[in-house]
């Protein structure tokens, strides 16, 4: 971190959730830290913060502190978790782009209607400055029918937009350039397959450095196992859930996403260093909950280097994936032997804000100011 030089241009990122607002402040071309912060327990009960603009204000304030003003910021991108069918690449926000994520909520009500609180409240505090969305599905866009559709009645699809779209896209993105650089080969000539392993959980085959089918798919339910997300399961389990034991819906919902993955089974932490140590103390469940997230890791990796043929790496990310020597050394061994070439396992930590701050400068300089 430290001051703007003078022909700097200074790129924002805002990644807003439905409490909380993450910011950080690049100088380009240098893609230097100027200024970082996390606002929480936006509109919460007893909470100070009372919206996201008022989030916004205070991480001006904070950025104040750290010698900038907010009028010099040049540019201003924003993560948005769904881009649907419509948005396939980081698109300059206007007033049709903002009715567009608004007609998106359906198939993102968790996320996008935060994402927009956030580009509201840029778009009053800076109102003349430029303003990038980037979607988390957008990486996925590259995904074939065959891969992305439902084996549901067809009109789910054309109705309803039912469909994988897949997340993370824009760090699974940001690792494979990375992966590049450090193969010192062009990502057009590498199949890669990324698994970006944090609090969710998603893998992705990567061809010529497009995602040619990922883990995540409708709703990031889908896929891995995570802290707190079944991933693949039975969709008669759903039912069952329903008919036999009389949950709601939203009941349903709760257990699937918040109750689910490595803390239902283990019954201990969804986080993955509490399971270690509980392991290690003798708690089996605890055990259970890793093996069973290193197994369905597995039976990915095996599809995916099947849907490529050749993969060149493995390539891990997320606190799970940059930090847990026994994943990869697990999914070293059991692909031993399986490729002709042994793919190189490769841990690369994600930056999604810089990603972020990189798109926004691309849409800035291909369409001007
Ligand atoms: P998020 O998806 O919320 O960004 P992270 O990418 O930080 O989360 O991943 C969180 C997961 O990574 C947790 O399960 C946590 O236990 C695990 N993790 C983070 N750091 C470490 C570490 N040093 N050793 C083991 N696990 C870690």
Redesign the pocket.
């Known amino acids: 971190m430290g001051r703007k030089k003078k022909n700097d241009r200074l790129i924002l990122t805002v990644n807003c959730g439905s409490s909380s607002l993450k910011f950080k402040l690049f100088s380009f071309p240098e893609e230097q830290v100027r200024a970082k912060g996390l606002i929480e327990h936006i509109g919460e009960k007893g909470s100070e913060v009372r919206d996201h603009h008022q989030a916004l204000e205070l991480a001006f304030q904070q950025m104040f502190s750290a010698g900038i003003d907010r009028w010099e910021i040049y540019a201003v991108g924003h993560r948005v978790v769904h881009g649907g069918e419509a948005f396939i690449k980081p698109t300059r926000i206007d007033n049709k782009v903002i009715n567009k994520i608004r007609e998106l909520f359906k198939l993102a009500p968790l996320h996008n209607p935060a994402n927009l609180e956030g580009i509201i409240a840029c778009k009053k505090l800076l109102p003349n400055v430029p303003q990038v969305a980037v979607f988390d599905t957008a990486f996925h866009s590259t995904i074939p029918e065959r891969a992305y559709m439902y084996a549901l009645p067809f009109e789910y699809y054309s109705r309803y937009g039912v469909r994988r779209y897949g997340f993370h896209g824009t760090s699974h993105h940001y690792v494979s350039l990375r992966a590049s650089e450090l193969l010192k080969k062009p990502l057009s000539r590498l199949n890669l397959i990324t698994c970006?392993?944090?609090?969710?959980?998603s893998i992705t085959a990567v061809k010529g450095g497009k995602s040619v089918d990922t883990s995540m798919g409708f709703t990031p339910l889908e896929g891995l196992v995570m802290?707190t997300r079944s991933g693949d399961l039975d969709p008669a389990l759903v039912i069952f859930l329903q008919r036999q034991l009389s949950l709601s819906p939203d009941e349903v919902d709760k257990v699937l996403n918040k109750e689910s993955g490595?803390k239902g089974l283990s019954g201990v932490?969804?986080?993955?260093?509490?399971?270690?140590q509980a392991r290690k103390k003798g708690n089996e469940r605890a055990g259970l909950a890793i093996e069973v997230f290193k197994y369905r890791l597995l039976k990915y990796i095996g599809a995916y280097a099947v849907v490529l043929g050749r993969v060149d790496a493995i390539v891990f990310?997320?606190?799970?994936?940059?930090?847990?020597a026994e994943v990869r050394q697990f999914v070293r061994r059991a692909v031993k032997g399986l490729f002709k070439k042994q793919p190189e396992i490769l841990v690369i930590p994600?930056d999604e804000e810089l990603m972020i701050a990189r798109q926004v400068v691309k849409v800035i300089s291909r369409r001007g100011l």
């Open positions: 970006h392993l944090g609090n969710g959980c802290g490595l932490s969804n986080d993955f260093r509490d399971l270690m990310t997320g606190g799970i994936g940059e930090h847990v994600t």
